[in-house]
Structure formats: C-alpha cells, structure tokens
C-alpha cells in the first residue's frame, strides 16, 4: 500500500478539524486486543508452504526507454515539470533490474526464496499499449529472467499489471475509467500467456486495484494523477474488475488445459478494527469500511457484484447529490457470471490498521465519502518511516480470519507484507525484524490455530526501490541499495539473516 494514501485520505477527505478531535479521542480509546493474540507461537507451517519476495517493473528496472519500451503512465506523471513525487526523483534508472536481473536471482537465491514474485511492464511488450506492435527485445527481457529464475528453482510468480499503463492508452481513452481498456488488456494477457505460459505458472492480473483506481483517478496522488475522486475511481475498478474477468476466462479456456497454472488478483487492505470495540456501531462501521475496501474488488470476484453495502449507499449518496444513475456502475448478468468465482487464489496485499468509528465529516462526494467512517490509527503504535504504516501484527491475523470467514476459507496467499525505514537507516534493520517476525508469526497463528488456508507468503521488497509518490526517501527493501551510485549496489540488511531463518525453518519451530 502505497505511501501516502492513508494519510491523504484522512487529511484530504476528512478534513484536517476531523482528523485532530478523532485522533484526540482515539487515543483514549483502548484497543480490543486479546493478550493472548500477541504470545509468541512456536512451530512450523504446513509442508510445502512457500516463502518468497515481491518487487514491480517501475520500481525496479530502470530502462524506461531501451530496447523499443514505450512510455507508461509513469515514466509520463514522473517526467512532468513539476515533479509530483517529493524527492524529484524517477524510476529512469531505479534499482536498474532491466540491466542487473542476473544479480537479483542471485540475492533471491542466497536468501532461500521458493519464488519471486516480480511485474511485467505492459508498455515493455506493447510500447502502444495495443497489440499492433509487440516489442520482442521487450519479451527476451523477460524470458531470460524467467528461464534464470527456473535454472535456480525458484518459481516465478507474475503480477501482469502493477499501475504502469502505457501511456498511449491513457492518452488515447483516458486510461481506466474508459471500458475500452478491458479489449486492450484481455490482448496484452492473450500475449503474456503465448508467450510465457509454459513456464509461468502463477498469474495475477492486477496488483492492488484499489490504489490505481483511487489514487490514481481520485485523488490524483498516483499516475495518471487525475483528480476525479466522485466517479472516476468506480469507473476504473468497473473496467478493472471486467479486465480480470476476461484474462482469467480467456486463460481458463485456452491455456490452463495445456499450461496448467493458476490466476488470482491482488488486492490489499488494512484491518479494520472497531476504534471502540464493545460498541456495535464501531463494528458496524469497521465491517462497512472492509467492505468499501476490500469488498469493492473481492465480492464481484468471488461472488459476482459489488458488496450490498455498498451498492445501497453509493446509490442513496448519487440520489441525494441528485444524480439520475449511481456513481456505482452495474454488471448486467453477463458480466456477473463471468466474474462470479474468476480466481483460482486470492492474492492479499497487507501492511497495516486502521482504527475505525461511524461517521466523519466529508468535504466532497467519492469512495472515502460514501462509506461515512472515520479511520485513525492508535498513537502508540509502533511507527515506520512511512506516515501510514504502523506495526500492529495481530490485525494480519484477524484479516485472515475474516477473508476465511467473508469468502469461504480460499486459498491466499498474501503477496506483499513489509515495513520501510528512511533514507538514513543503516544496515541494522531491528525493527524490520521485529515487524517481519511477528507479522508472519501471526500468519502461522492463522494457518494452524484458525485453520485458514494461506499457502504463501511474500515479503516486500528484496531490495529498496522506488517507492512511488515517496520517490527513495522511503526504503522496503531487505538489501540496502545506493541510488547515487551509477553501479545501484545492493547491500544485505539484517533483515536477510532473519528472514532467511525463517523461511529455512518454515516457520519458527525453536524457543524465541
Ligand atoms: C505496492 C508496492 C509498494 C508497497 C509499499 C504496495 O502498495 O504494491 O508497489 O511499494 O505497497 O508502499
């Protein structure tokens, strides 16, 4: 979840007034959280389970225009005159992976990682967005990447879209928001699978949908930075959710009988946690706010539409605005049967909690509006260098369950998890530790006291990168890298001995 959404959605759309008396009071407010939630459990996770690192194409490989790649909607948000990321930087160069991917299979190796989990960059392969020209030193990028990975057993795991829209597609049909896209993509998919399939064998369509839709299109935070916040972003997830649907029809009936891989969706959240939990409203307001958030993408997935909640109060705020259709689009029944059960895992993407009450003030209609919570975080929360991300452990735990509980115990695998430090920090990353240890220890609490069925997990970053509208000031990776030196060296952190322990041991079956 990126850097500075939380903190701009509160601020922008709550108001700062709101913000301050509900953080006043939230910090009174003790946190329902059981003792025993946070006990140490010592044991392993079940055989086979796998243990791997994410990064994503814009963040890491640099290269933006070699080899024939086109322009995507980030390299164009990051070039414009006035920067809008806060340390002027681009990922022109980032970790420089296009050039130095043989390196990172073997930082991946040296680590003890079962896969890797890394994005393809669309305009790579389609520098026009559209499959009138496929760039092929674009596709040898690729399968020199994949074939290195498999040469040193580790399992590729592919995220076809993580927010880098070619650029033509955004300015020829205003990007997301135009279901054009869905035609568009379904080619791009129909290319990645020709080409790759026979090795690939995990397929997630989008990466966090939530935050290219409302960051991008709402609040105008993210590329294509588009200020849109009432309509745009329903538009967008509309045609991203339909995208979905087609690429993993279109692989269900031409590629899995022959490749034999399965496709799911990323999609992330916080937990929220009632503020208050012995009050019902606050519970209501936090089962609302999942639902906004992480309902939005999985309801339609899962079971075919947009969860109720949310159907009924997006209609009701568009009636009152006196708009005569919804804000929220609907799927005729076509389209709700190719989205119903349209993953074969869900990919879950989580780093954080929210505190959550009823109500709030709200300056103008859009997603944060419609849901009427309030969302603080409590002040004694161990903090990251990022505003929004703070250690809570046990709301990993609880979000598991609910997923197990919302949507029938399916298969995850959670494909980010991770905590930054600042542009400063040395090598002795001890909270990044900390953090890691006792997120997954709460994963492991899920997987053998719950019984919930998360078979992978996915640590991010293997290296500090670009890390969107934060440019390098703040840092996720496990291998510190210099971005001022034109050799991007990457350094190991602690965290790399830690962490390889863990995924060694499979879990933590000594006494801590
Ligand atoms: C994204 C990553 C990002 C990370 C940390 C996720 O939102 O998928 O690209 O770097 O969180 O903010």
Request: glycine fraction near 8%.
């Amino acid at each position: 979840m990126f850097s500075l959404n939380k903190h701009y959605i509160i601020i922008i759309v709550c108001a700062c007034l709101s913000y301050q008396v509900i953080s006043a009071r939230g910090a009174s407010v003790s946190v329902g959280v059981n003792q025993e939630d946070d006990d140490f459990l010592n044991g392993t996770f079940p055989e086979g389970f796998m243990w791997g690192y994410a990064t994503a194409a814009y963040q890491i490989e640099g290269a933006w225009n070699e080899d024939g790649k086109g322009e995507s909607i980030w390299d164009h948000f990051t070039h414009r005159l006035i920067s809008p990321i806060i340390d002027g930087s681009t990922g022109d160069i980032a970790c420089d992976s296009y050039h130095k991917y043989a390196e990172d299979v073997e930082l991946l190796k040296a680590l003890g990682a079962n896969f890797y989990r890394f994005s393809i960059s669309w305009s790579r392969i389609l520098p026009n967005g559209t499959n009138d020209v496929v760039n092929q030193p674009g596709i040898d990028y690729y399968n020199r990447l994949i074939d290195l990975l498999l040469e040193n057993n580790i399992t590729p795991m592919v995220t076809m879209y993580h927010w880098d829209l070619p650029q033509a597609l955004q300015a020829n049909y205003g990007g997301w928001p135009n279901e054009s896209l869905v035609e568009h993509y379904e080619n791009y998919a129909r290319i990645l699978f020709e080409n790759f399939g026979d090795r690939v064998k995990y397929w997630i369509t989008f990466n966090e949908p939530f935050n290219t839709c409302e960051l991008g299109y709402g609040l105008s935070i993210a590329a294509p930075g588009i200020l849109g916040e009432a309509i745009q972003p329903y538009l967008c997830a509309h045609t991203i959710l339909k995208s979905h649907a087609k690429a993993y029809r279109l692989y269900e009936s031409e590629f899995k009988p022959t490749q034999n891989g399965q496709v799911g969706i990323t999609i992330d959240t916080e937990w929220m946690e009632p503020r208050n939990s012995s009050n019902p409203d606050h519970e209501e307001a936090a089962e609302r706010a999942r639902r906004f958030k992480h309902g939005w993408f999985a309801f339609p997935v899962f079971f075919g539409d947009y969860p109720p909640v949310m159907r009924e109060m997006v209609d009701a705020a568009s009636a009152a605005e006196g708009r005569n259709q919804s804000r929220l689009p609907t799927f005729d029944d076509n389209w709700k049967t190719l989205l119903n059960g349209s993953l074969d895992f869900l990919g879950l993407n989580h780093y954080t909690t929210e505190l959550v009450a009823p109500g709030g003030l709200c300056l103008f209609p859009g997603w944060s509006c419609d849901q009427h919570v309030t969302k603080t975080k409590d002040p004694n929360w161990e903090g990251s260098a990022s505003a929004w991300l703070k250690k809570v452990p046990w709301g990993l735990r609880k979000l598991i369950n609910w997923i197990k509980d919302t949507y029938g115990n399916p298969k995850v695998l959670i494909t980010e998890n991770g905590w930054s430090d600042a542009g400063n920090s040395g090598l002795n990353d001890t909270q990044r530790i900390g953090y890691y240890t006792d997120y997954i220890n709460n994963v492991m609490k899920a997987v053998i006291l719950d019984g919930c069925n998360v078979q992978a997990y996915t640590a991010w970053s293997l290296m500090d990168n670009f890390e969107w509208a934060n440019g390098f000031t703040d840092r996720f990776g496990v291998h510190w890298v210099n971005f001022t030196d034109p050799d991007r060296p990457r350094i190991p952190k602690a965290s790399t001995v830690a962490l390889k322990k863990i995924f060694d041991d499979n879990g933590f079956p000594e006494e801590k």
